[in-house]
């Protein structure tokens, strides 16, 4: 069952195992593997917690308040888990394949606890004055993906930076694709790098080049985040015409008419719009087929 599992998350789950024989609890539950998660003190699930100031005695606190001790003596040995704890396994995989991720970690163990909203795990954070999506938000900043929220599908995006980040590198102005070149080199190495870790079961050195990574991915995004923020297009030109303007460029992204581009950039023309390498980009012949970038910021407004 674990075989995917780092290290540290195999320990945790070893913690788990530790934590139920501590309460003589003939099973391990999902507080049992939110114990685990705190008590390994090194992975991302635990810098998150300790983050947020969860600490070890106050979940053991908590847990004497909502469930009973067992018996005094029990078995010794592999104990079960419970469904819920079970549940927590299949999403914290879950998790992982969400981020593209080949192996489980500290951190999807934590996000699968907070999956489980009806386990003991989730209402201990709660009762000690967390928000689920707080511990989620944290977790997340700790990966370098604190520009996605927790419970939105990564894959569809609302904003202009989202819609950026979904371009092919040569529809991005050349400003930016010359900043993010450097990155996407780097990134690339590192995937193969941690493909051939994976490739021969070496999980830790796989996290540690995920890791890596993605920081890489984060200085990237925040790159982009920042451009997304300069070039902001002028409330007048949204507003020509009844908001012709947006409507244009939002039919233009929902059908795919790439082919439409020209009219866009006549229409922004008219608006008022002077800016040379926004109008250029849409005239220029090309293939569009992955999007386009003024599209992106025109409708992030």
Not at 136 to 154: F, N, Q, T, W
Not at 190 to 200: D, F, G, H, I, N
């Amino acid at each position: 069952m674990y075989e995917r599992y780092t290290d540290r998350a195999r320990e945790v789950m070893q913690l788990a195992n530790q934590e139920a024989q501590r309460f003589n609890h003939e099973y391990i539950g999902t507080e049992h593997i939110l114990l685990g998660l705190v008590k390994e003190g090194s992975g991302v699930a635990a810098n998150a917690l300790n983050n947020l100031g969860i600490e070890l005695r106050k979940i053991r606190q908590e847990i004497e308040k909502i469930v009973q001790p067992g018996p005094e003596t029990i078995n010794l040995g592999k104990v079960p888990q419970t469904p819920r704890a079970k549940k927590v396994i299949d999403f914290a995989l879950e998790e992982a394949r969400n981020f593209n991720h080949d192996y489980v970690g500290t951190e999807h163990l934590l996000l699968g606890l907070l999956r489980e909203q009806e386990g003991v795990a989730a209402q201990i954070l709660m009762n000690l004055g967390l928000k689920l999506e707080a511990v989620a938000e944290e977790v997340l900043h700790m990966l370098g993906d604190h520009l996605r929220s927790p419970g939105i599908d990564p894959r569809r995006h609302a904003s202009g930076f989202a819609r950026m980040q979904d371009l092919p590198s040569q529809n991005l102005p050349a400003e930016i694709r010359a900043a993010l070149l450097p990155f996407a080199t780097q990134i690339e190495a590192l995937t193969q790098e941690k493909e051939t870790a994976v490739a021969e079961s070496d999980f830790d050195r796989a996290a540690d080049l995920r890791d890596q990574a993605d920081k890489l991915k984060q200085k990237r995004n925040l790159i982009l985040l920042d451009w997304c923020r300069r070039p902001q297009p002028d409330p007048a030109w949204l507003l020509w015409k009844d908001g012709a303007v947006a409507m244009i460029a939002r039919a233009i992204d929902e059908e795919r008419r790439w082919a439409d581009l020209p009219i866009l950039a006549d229409a922004l023309e008219e608006a008022g719009c002077t800016e040379r390498e926004l109008l250029s980009h849409c005239r220029e012949p090309g293939n569009h087929g992955g999007g386009c970038w003024v599209v992106a910021l025109l409708l992030d407004k």
